[in-house]
């Protein structure tokens, strides 16, 4: 679960069509979990452990869609971002008393793509759903979003 802010722009275009654009800091798009690997050197056993999440995210959108109803659009995402991410590597080998962990932060740009749908409940209140594919140079997610939007 994350939470964030978004600023954003967008307008109906010829009747049906709508262009906008947004810009968006959340606390995080994931936690990536755990992955664990043992085996044996020299007759030590050893295990290793890779935990990755994200930390801070910023981002830029354009948003696609088409006005199904007055109260209803349908939308498509494109946008780049840059996330902060935090990895922890632990080594252990219980049998010679020996462990360790590792801590690093790293900064990565990121694309998002997705489809979404924005419902107007009120003049300025509208509930959002979305799924984004989110696709850096060293992993790839999914991530699906309710939201809150309030207009002006």
Same mark, same amino acid.
């Given at each position: 679960?994350?939470?964030?802010?978004?600023?954003?722009?967008?307008?109906? @275009? $010829?009747?049906?069509?709508?262009?906008? +654009?947004? #810009?968006?800091? *959340?606390?995080?798009? &994931?936690?990536?979990?755990?992955?664990?690997?043992?085996?044996?050197?020299?007759?030590?056993?050893?295990?290793?452990?890779?935990?990755?999440?994200?930390?801070?995210?910023?981002?830029?959108?354009?948003? @696609? $869609?088409?006005?199904?109803?007055?109260? +209803?659009? #349908?939308?498509? *995402?494109?946008?780049? &971002?840059?996330?902060?991410?935090?990895?922890?590597?632990?080594?252990?080998?219980?049998?010679?008393?020996?462990?360790?962990?590792?801590?690093?932060?790293?900064?990565?740009?990121?694309?998002?793509?997705? @489809? $979404?749908?924005?419902?107007?409940?009120?003049?300025?209140?509208?509930?959002?759903?979305?799924?984004?594919?989110?696709?850096?140079?060293?992993?790839?997610?999914?991530?699906?979003?309710?939201?809150?939007?309030?207009?002006?």
């Amino acid at each position: 679960m994350n939470f964030g802010v978004q600023l954003g722009y967008g307008a109906t @275009l $010829g009747g049906n069509f709508y262009l906008g +654009a947004e #810009i968006g800091l *959340r606390n995080s798009i &994931g936690d990536f979990g755990d992955k664990t690997s043992t085996g044996e050197i020299n007759g030590v056993a050893y295990s290793e452990k890779i935990s990755a999440k994200t930390t801070t995210t910023k981002m830029f959108s354009i948003l @696609l $869609g088409f006005v199904v109803s007055p109260n +209803a659009l #349908i939308y498509a *995402r494109l946008g780049k &971002g840059n996330a902060d991410s935090e990895v922890t590597y632990t080594q252990n080998a219980p049998s010679i008393n020996f462990s360790e962990t590792e801590k690093s932060t790293n900064d990565g740009d990121f694309t998002i793509y997705g @489809l $979404g749908l924005d419902y107007l409940m009120t003049k300025n209140l509208s509930v959002k759903v979305e799924a984004n594919k989110i696709s850096a140079d060293d992993a790839d997610g999914t991530s699906f979003n309710v939201g809150v939007n309030y207009r002006f």
